[in-house]
T-cell receptor, first 112, second 112 residues
Framework: DAGVIQSPRHEVTEMGQEVTLRCKPI?????LFWYRQTMMRGLELLIY????????DSGMPEDRFSAKMPNASFSTLKIQPSEPRDSAVYFC??????????FGPGTRLTVT | GDSVTQMEGPVTLSEEAFLTINCTYT??????LFWYVQYPGEGLQLLLK???ADDKGSNKGFEATYRKETTSFHLEKGSVQVSDSAVYFC???????????WGLGTSLAVNP
């Protein structure tokens, strides 16, 4: 089992640029979660999907953030335009029916 | 609403010391309770869980018992090792959705 796969692992970009983070969940898991982690704010849930449908996006900071899950094996989190305050580690997690969440290794985003 | 409260860190111990990290919760109904661990530079991973009152979760020498009367799920280990240095998160899942409600995390440093 490869686990949750995230790409890229590191991203450095300039303010105003578009950033796309990618996630491949564990096969057979029907829920997917996007989190952001910073020292100041800790771990924040941004959005989660169940069976590819967005269920709760109340944690998405603002309209600059968007997430999609076109099929059961792929999801993206897009930031457009990016700002320095978006710098953080972004985690994707997937979950089967038992509600245990399995986290990917994260994408460290730096916006200069 | 549902919430999780963890003891604040950082916690610093010497190798072979006894560890307790307190976690209390507020939830309607009968939540499932989790402890996750995050090693430096990695994503969170499940350490142990309990799904009903009086259940004891255990893994890698760590234990936690689901105490409904005190709404607690304290993490314990009899003899910590340097390799246990990490951040520990308590979490709960209640209701029909898949979201986990997270504590703020407790940083543990174990010195040789």
């Amino acid at each position: 089992d490869a686990g949750v796969i995230q790409s890229p692992r590191h991203e450095v970009t300039e303010m105003g640029q578009e950033v796309t983070l990618r996630c491949k969940p564990i096969s057979g898991h029907n829920s997917l979660f996007w989190y952001r982690q910073t020292m100041m704010r800790g771990l924040e849930l941004l959005i989660y999907f169940n069976n590819n449908v967005p269920i709760d996006d109340s944690g998405m900071p603002e309209d600059r953030f968007s997430a999609k899950m076109p099929n059961a094996s792929f999801s993206t989190l897009k930031i457009q335009p990016s700002e320095p305050r978006d710098s953080a580690v972004y985690f994707c997690a997937s979950s089967p029916e038992d509600r245990v969440q399995y986290f990917g290794p994260g994408t460290r985003l730096t916006v200069t | 609403g549902d919430s999780v409260t963890q003891m604040e860190g950082p916690v610093t111990l010497s190798e072979e010391a006894f560890l307790t990290i307190n976690c209390t919760y507020t939830a309607t109904g009968y939540p499932s309770l989790f402890w996750y661990v995050q090693y430096p530079g990695e994503g969170l991973q499940l350490l142990l869980k309990a799904t009903k009152a009086d259940d004891k979760g255990s893994n890698k020498g760590f234990e936690a018992t689901y105490r409904k009367e005190t709404t607690s799920f304290h993490l314990e280990k009899g003899s910590v090792q340097v390799s246990d240095s990490a951040v520990y998160f308590c979490a709960l899942n209640a209701g029909n959705n898949r979201k986990l409600i997270w504590g703020l995390g407790t940083s543990l440093a174990v010195n040789p």
